[in-house]
Structures are given as structure tokens and as C-alpha cells.
């Protein structure tokens, strides 16, 4: 429970210099009095705005400070929770804002939001709009329960039924679920990028192999070809080997026919010698008569039978010369034949040795493309080809993991998303409470003796049968019927929240509630409900028609101005 204290304001608003302090646990009930402008209202919103930074009436903070001082504006709240002891201190002109716990600051963090939601969050556990449905019931600048729109009537009811914590796990879950979306689709992206890797990667590799198979059989096709080649080559050597062999027997017989050919010029040689020397003695005895050595004449039948002799020797000569001759002629020709076959056997040895290194090339060749053949039948991918689609498939299964795992707490997320929206768990809760609150609020109505039926559905909708049953709404009934209603709406809350432990305060403040719309039957039967409120209870009524009902209080408390400051009269 929160039990306020004390509240004290200086140069606020119309307030002076000096505190202005009104004990807020002393009595059970205080009226609080004066005439129009004394400054009745000043402590509510010097309540609203000490402990949410915000006046209850619609006045911007600057308009705060006191028109004539200008500064110096102190608002200080004290208040106890438990055994905790609060003091509030918040100004302007300076600004400040400093809560004290059993007489120490609190840390203040860097952002006054932050320290603003420490206050409303961790220790009063309520904000400006529950404070002001369930602790104050305000004039006309207040936005009473039933006018306010669906949403906001939740927030009231989830504040007093202290459900508003799923109301903050649905922002965080909504949060959480939109960077669970985000991981997700980058998870999906990864996974959809991880895919084209090892799929780009597979080709790649397989496209590889598929070249290697393309160049292997391409490389054998060649070999194929080349040893074709060399059978031919070999085919044609063995041909070569085999006419050179037969150019070889041929040819036996060079040696003898050079030798003949040598032998007959040689006997050719001799015979033109001799034959010389015969023509040579022919013509001595045909021009000679006598002997030249001797001067003796030579005998005409001498001269004759030696001419005879040497002619018929010349005549031979000759035929054996003539004979010699087609020898040689026979020879020449069969030297020409061997020097043709010699030819031949010259041209089939180059021939042969073309072929051989036709051949010795072609084996080195056929090694060489072997060789390459045997690596790449030997070679398989390259280790860093294996290692990166082996890092691509660990990568994958890493993302699909993590895929699995965002599937799940994404499913965890939706069936939470279901229990936390407004037609989930709240809604059970509420629905719980939603016929004590409609006995609450009809209790307080027979009691001011407005007597319909009153119901709030789980949307928070009013049903409202009054005269014949007829069905109402809130904007159907009179300003005094709509305040009965507000009046048993602010003390059902109240209730509520007194037996949920959540906004349980002892302050109550209704602020020109009897100046308006209820009429004199109306206060005494709301005078008489504050009577029923139990001791923990501090009621103040802030009135300006004080004389008719100043014994009907425990306490009075009034305003006056004195040149133009507000102060409590002593």
C-alpha cells in the first residue's frame, strides 16, 4: 500500500515563496475550501505534478512557476510503501528531480526518463492515468472512465488488476518477435546464399572432373592415334629394311665388275701402247726408205712384209680394243644399275631413318601424354577445393540449425503472441474480475440510489438497463446521473485495486465533485459511502461550497489569496 504523507509546494502557481504544506494521512476525511482562484486545486497538481512531472489541469509546465517570483518552484512529495520511507523532490528553475529512499538519494541515471520510469515502474507501479482514475475524481478538465476509448479503458483496468506486466511482455515480444523476423529472414537469406555456394562450388568441381574425363579421353584418343602412326612407321621400316636388303643382293657383284672394268682398262691401256708402237713402226717404214741410223736402204719387200705384219698386228689390236670397249660399255651399264641401286638404298636409308625418328618422337610422345593421362587419372580435386566445400556444407548445417532453433522460438513466440493479446490471458483474468467489478459498481449506484444495471463486457463496453429494462448508454443520462456513475466507478477501482494490492493508496481526492452535477440527495448519499471507506482511507474534497457542509468533515482546510499569493489560512 502507498501511503502518502505530505505534500508541500512553494512558488507554484499561485503559491508564494514559502511551503505551502498539507498533511495528506492525518484525518479521514478534510474539506478543502476558499473562493474561486485561492488556489483550492493548487495541491492535486502540485500531486501530479511532484510525482509524474505533469499538473492534473491542462497547464504547460512553464505556466508552473509563479508569475511574479519566477523561480524556484519546489514540489516535495513524502510517501511510504511498506517500511520504505520516499520523499519526491522535483523543480523548476532550477529543474530538478531527486528521490530519497530512507533519507539517501537514489542513483539518478543519465536520462530523467529513465529515472521517471524507475519512480513509476519500480516503486509507485502506477502512471499519471491510474493515478487519476483510481486516486482522484477531477472537475471538468478531468476525462472520467467512460468517455475515455477502448485502449485506454484497458490500460486503467490492466493497472488496476496489475496485468499490465503482460501488456509490457507483449511490447517486448512484439520487439523480440521483429528481431526474430529479421534474424529469420537473414537466417533464410544466409541459408539460400549458403546453398548457391555449395551448388556453384559442386558444378565447379564437377565441371572439373568433367573436363579431366574430357581431357583424359582426348589425351588416349591421341595416344590411340599415335600408335597407330607407329605402326605405319614401323611397317613402312620393315618394307624400307626389306628392299634395302634387296638392293644389297643386287650390288654383290660391284666388286668383281669394278675389278673387270679395271682389268680391261688396264688391258686397254696396253693394247693403245702397243698399238702406238706399231702405228708408230708403220709409219717409220712407209716414209722411210732407209734406215736412218745406217743410211742403208730398206728393200722394198722387207719394207712391204713388215708393213704387211705390222698392219695385220693393228688390225688385232684394234679388234681387241673394239672388244674391250663394249666390255666396258656392258660395265659402264652395270655400274650405272649399281649406282642407281645405290640410290635407291641411299634414299630407302633416309627414308629410314625419317621413319625412325618418326617413331622415337611418337614414343616420346605417347610417354609424355601417358604420363599426363596417369596424373590426372590420379588426380582428384585440389585440398583447397574439398576444404571450402566442406567449409560451405559445415556452414550450411550451422544455418540450418540456427534456422531450426528461430523456427521454434518462433513458434514459442506465436503461442505467446496468442496468450498475450487482448483476447488471451488478459482477457481470462479480466474476466474473472469482471463480475465483482459490475457488483461493485452497482452497489455504489443503489447506494446513491441510482438504481439500473449497470455491466462492463470483456471489451469494456457499458451495457446500462434502467426504467423498463431498457438498454442505455453513459451519454444518455444527465451530468448528476453520469457523476453517480463516475463516483462508483473511481471507488469499484479503487476496491479492485485494494484487493489485488496493486494501486492500493490511502489518498482519495475528489476535487468540485459536489459543486456540479450531484444534488443535495446525491452528496449525502456519497457523504455517507465516504463514512462505510475503512480508516486507512484520507479523503479530500475540494469544494468552494463549504458553509453547508463544514460539520459533516473531520478536518477543513482553506485557501485564501493576499495579494496575489495562495496560502492556507491559520
Known amino acids: 500500500m502507498i501511503k502518502f504523507h505530505k505534500v508541500k509546494f512553494k512558488n507554484f502557481l499561485s503559491t508564494g515563496n514559502e511551503f505551502t504544506e498539507i498533511d495528506l494521512s492525518r484525518k479521514k476525511t478534510s474539506l478543502v475550501i476558499g473562493a474561486n482562484g485561492s488556489g483550492k486545486s493548487t495541491m492535486l497538481d502540485a500531486l501530479t505534478f511532484g510525482l509524474f512531472g505533469r499538473a492534473f489541469r491542462k497547464i504547460p509546465k512553464t505556466a508552473l512557476v509563479n508569475s511574479i517570483n519566477q523561480k524556484h518552484t519546489v514540489v516535495e512529495i513524502e510517501f511510504s510503501i511498506g517500511r520504505q520511507q520516499y520523499r519526491i523532490m522535483r523543480s523548476i528553475k532550477p529543474n530538478k528531480f531527486e528521490i530519497y529512499l530512507n533519507g539517501t538519494l537514489m542513483h539518478q541515471d543519465a536520462s530523467v526518463r529513465d529515472y521517471q520510469a524507475i519512480l513509476e515502474q519500480q516503486i509507485l507501479k502506477l502512471n499519471y492515468k491510474s493515478f487519476t482514475q483510481v486516486v482522484v475524481l477531477g472537475s471538468s478538465t478531468f476525462t472520467p472512465f467512460m468517455q475515455l476509448n477502448t485502449p485506454e479503458r484497458r490500460a ?41 555456394k555449395i551448388q556453384s562450388q559442386e558444378e565447379s568441381m564437377k565441371r572439373l572432373e568433367e573436363n579431366r574425363d574430357e581431357m583424359i579421353d582426348k589425351l588416349t584418343k591421341d595416344v590411340i592415334e599415335h600408335e ?118 641411299n634414299q630407302t636409308q633416309i627414308n629410314m631413318q625419317k621413319e625412325q625418328n618418326l617413331v622415337d618422337a611418337n614414343e616420346r610422345y605417347i610417354k609424355k601424354i601417358e604420363s599426363q593421362i596417369k596424373d590426372l587419372e590420379a588426380q582428384e580435386h585440389t585440398e583447397g577445393d574439398k576444404e571450402q566445400l566442406e567449409r560451405y556444407k559445415k556452414a550450411f548445417i550451422t544455418l540450418q540449425g540456427m534456422e531450426s532453433d528461430l523456427s521454434n522460438k518462433k513458434h514459442y513466440y506465436d503461442l505467446a503472441e496468442i ?63 453520469k457523476m453517480r456513475i463516475d463516483l462508483s466507478l473511481l471507488f469499484t477501482w479503487r476496491s479492485i485495486a485494494k484487493l489485488k494490492n496493486s494501486v492500493n493508496t490511502n489518498l482519495l481526492i475528489l476535487d468540485e465533485v459536489f459543486d456540479s452535477s450531484l444534488d443535495e440527495g446525491g452528496t449525502d448519499e456519497f457523504l455517507k459511502i465516504l463514512q462505510t471507506l475503512d480508516n486507512n482511507t484520507n479523503t479530500f474534497i475540494i469544494s468552494h461550497k463549504g458553509d453547508s457542509m463544514n460539520e459533516k468533515f473531520n478536518n477543513i482546510i482553506e485557501f485564501q489569496k493576499i495579494n496575489n499569493f495562495s496560502s492556507i489560512k491559520k
Open 419 to 481: 496468450l498475450l493479446r487482448d483476447g488471451g490471458i488478459k482477457t481470462k483474468i479480466v474476466k474473472q474480475y469482471l463480475p465483482i467489478m459490475n457488483k461493485l459498481i452497482n452497489k455504489y449506484l443503489a447506494s446513491m440510489e441510482f438504481f439500473v444495471q449497470f455491466e462492463l463486457d470483456e471489451e469494456f463496453n457499458e451495457h446500462i438497463k434502467s426504467r423498463y429494462r431498457d438498454n442505455f448508454s453513459y451519454a444518455s443520462f444527465s451530468e448528476g446521473e
Open 156 to 196: 486503467i483496468i490492466e493497472d488496476i488488476l496489475d496485468i499490465q506486466i503482460f501488456s509490457v511482455m507483449k511490447d517486448c515480444l512484439r520487439q523480440r518477435s521483429s528481431t526474430l523476423r529479421n534474424e529469420y529472414n537473414e537466417i533464410k537469406t544466409n541459408i539460400k546464399i549458403g546453398e548457391a
Open 228 to 345: 597407330e602412326q607407329q605402326i605405319l612407321y614401323k611397317t613402312r621400316i620393315r618394307a624400307d629394311m626389306s628392299n634395302l636388303q634387296t638392293c644389297q643382293n643386287i650390288i654383290t657383284d660391284e666388286k668383281e665388275v669394278r675389278q673387270n672394268l679395271q682389268d680391261i682398262l688396264s688391258d686397254e691401256k696396253g693394247f693403245e701402247l702397243e698399238r702406238r708402237n706399231f702405228m708408230k713402226e708403220l709409219s717409220f717404214y712407209e716414209d722411210n726408205d732407209e734406215c736412218p741410223t745406217c743410211k742403208q736402204d730398206i728393200e722394198s719387200e722387207h719394207k712391204n712384209h713388215i708393213c704387211e705384219d705390222t698392219t695385220s698386228n693393228i688390225k688385232v689390236i684394234d679388234k681387241q680394243l673394239s672388244e674391250r670397249a663394249e666390255s666396258v660399255v656392258t660395265i659402264n651399264k652395270r655400274l650405272e644399275e649399281i649406282s642407281e641401286v645405290y640410290k635407291e638404298i
